[in-house]
Structure formats: C-alpha cells, structure tokens
C-alpha cells in the first residue's frame, strides 16, 4: 500500500470517512492533503483518533536523533511528560519553533534562560537548543550544525505536539515546494514519512495530541480566534483596586488590591476578544455574555474551575494550553482565575 506523501496516511479508495481517501488509482496524496495545499480547506479533521502511545512507541523503538520539535508560543502545552523516558538512549535536539510570533524586548539572553530554566523545572535533559522563526526559515543552518554534530547513524525523527511545526520546518530544511501538508489546525500529519536528505534519512511523524489544550477542545470557526497568525501585539492593562479581565470566554482573570504599578499584559492571537472590567461586575457580565460577547467559549460557564494564585510581587505568567498567556507585575492580594475544566492552566515564572 502507498502512502500519501502529505500526511503520511496509506492511501485508500474505499471510504471517504478515514484518513488516506482519494478516488485516484495514480493520486500520490490524498484528498484531504491536496483540499488543503490547493483550497486551503482543513474541515476534514481525524484528529481525534491519533493513537499518542503507538507514536511514542514508534519513536521509541527507532534508533535515530530525535528533534524535538517545541512550539514557543504554546510551550508549556508543547511539554511531554517523560521525554526522557520516551526517548530513552537517544540524542535529542529541541528545535523551538515560531521565534516570529514573539515581541522583539524577548531579547536572545532572555529566551535562553527561559529555555534552560523551564526544561530545568520539566526535569526533562536535552543535547541541544535549536530556535527557529518563520517555518525555519530563520535558524535553518543552526539545526543543520545540529543535524551533523547528534546524528551519528544518519537515522532522524521529527516529534512533537500537534501543531507544532514539525512538518514545516522539514519542509524547509528539504526545500520541499509541494511536500509535506502543513494546516494551522492540529492534526495534520497522520503517519510516519519517511524522507531523504544529504544522505540522512529522515521521519517526520505525528503529532502528539494534548487534550487539554484549547486547541483541540474549539471547533475550526473557533480556533481562527485563538490560533495566532501574526506576531503577538502584547495588549497591556494598567490595573487599580480590584480588575477582572476576560479572554474571550476562555479565562476569567480577577486581580483584587492591585498596586505597586500592577500590569497584565496579554499574550494572544490579535482576534481574541478581550474585555476588561471591575470585579464587582464580573459575575454579571459572565451570566449573561458567555458564549455571545465573551466569546469562543468552551461550553462549561459557569462550571469553571477557580483557582487562586499569589504572586508575591513576582512578574508571573499565566498560561491556558493553546491560547497563550497573561503577565502579571506589580502587587495584589490575589488572583483568582476561572477556566473550563478541560483546559490546563500552567502558572510560570514570567517569559518577557
Ligand atoms: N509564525 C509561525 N508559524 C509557524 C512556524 N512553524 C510552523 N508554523 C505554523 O504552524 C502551523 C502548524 O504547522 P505544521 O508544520 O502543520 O505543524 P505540525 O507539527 O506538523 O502539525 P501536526 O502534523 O498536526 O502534528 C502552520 O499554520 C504553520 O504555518 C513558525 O516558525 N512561525
Ligand atoms: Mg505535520
């Protein structure tokens, strides 16, 4: 059986339902990976029948450097329990991904103590530290360097979470035209392909699915609002006394005594409604604006798990799996943050 040279699915003729479906006997992609390299169409999603054990354990049983692919702008969900483990006697070289999205003040002194610092508090060991920008296009000869110092039997994995930008950065790195499907929704890549280069044979793989992440609890109308497609334009919020901020109707930040120049900084998509207002108020705008003004929603409200955070003056991040994050600075009493429970919520030491 033949594979389709987008996603990596065998192709078939027999039902249009399941992954690798074209009507061409000679099609050497299927019909879903050439709707979206041609039309742009991504509606036909299997992402929910990715099996994450069968792709570690694929990955496991290989004998190949892995490139771990890392999304910067949803780095915490991009984490993988156990890497390590996983990837147990391998090298593996974390390729950031998505630089562009960031603000320039992330300066590079300050993304590297991120890096270390945060894989330092996952406990996970990495080889290597690659950053990329603009679907590799910035970084590209570092991971080369990389590729040729770690992969000493010319045998190499891409992995990663879903979205991540595993099949883009390969496309580059091959200078692929019209190779492997690429889409701004998770789920895209359905098997292993494998690929050659410069005498390297290369596998780009699956993505892992992170069911806690909002990228794969919103629909696709409602992932236009969330996934980001330009650089970041940090919105920032100087706060006085007790201040409620909603991203759309996603998460409920209060911060109550704010002083000290206190300051939340959002760290979104630019189409993610945000609304700003007091406390007091906050429990009525939610009752009766989620899912219109306060929108995408994960229909939960007023379900939400709450949880209170004490930042102790400390700049701290707070994070929703696939949506991006809120800066605080400066001094409050607390913070209580509201969210659907299906959604992880990390709090971090601030990035910027
Ligand atoms: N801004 C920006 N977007 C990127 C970058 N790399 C990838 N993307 C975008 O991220 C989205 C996902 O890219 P893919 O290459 O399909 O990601 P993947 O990891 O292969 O995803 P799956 O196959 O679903 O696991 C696409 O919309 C890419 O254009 C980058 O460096 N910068
Ligand atoms: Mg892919």
Redesign the pocket.
Known sequence: MKQCKGCGAYLQSESKDLPGYTPKEDAIYCQRCFRIQHYDDVTVSYSTKMDTTQILKTIADMDALVLW?VDLFDFEASMIEGMNRHCAGKDIVMVV??R??LPDTLSENKLKDFLLGRLKEYGIVVNGIVV?????KDGIGELIRAIEMYAKNKEIVVM?T???????ILNTLLRLDQGLT???Y????LGFTKLEWNGYTIYDS??IHKYDSAIFLLDDHELKYVIPSSTLRPVVYQLYGDQSLALGGLMRVDAVNCRDNASMTVYASRRLPLHRGKVENADHLWESHYNELLSPTIDLYPDFVKERIYTKGRATDICMYGVGWVCFKGSCDYIDIRYPKGVKVKVRKAML
């Not at 990329?132 to 590799?136: D, K, L, P, R, V």
């Not at 998770?186 to 890549?189: F, N």
């Open positions: 692919v991904t998505k562009d999205l990329t920008g603009h679907q590799g990663g879903a979205n991540a930008g595993k099949s883009s690429m889409s701004r998770p789920g895209t890549t699956p993505g």
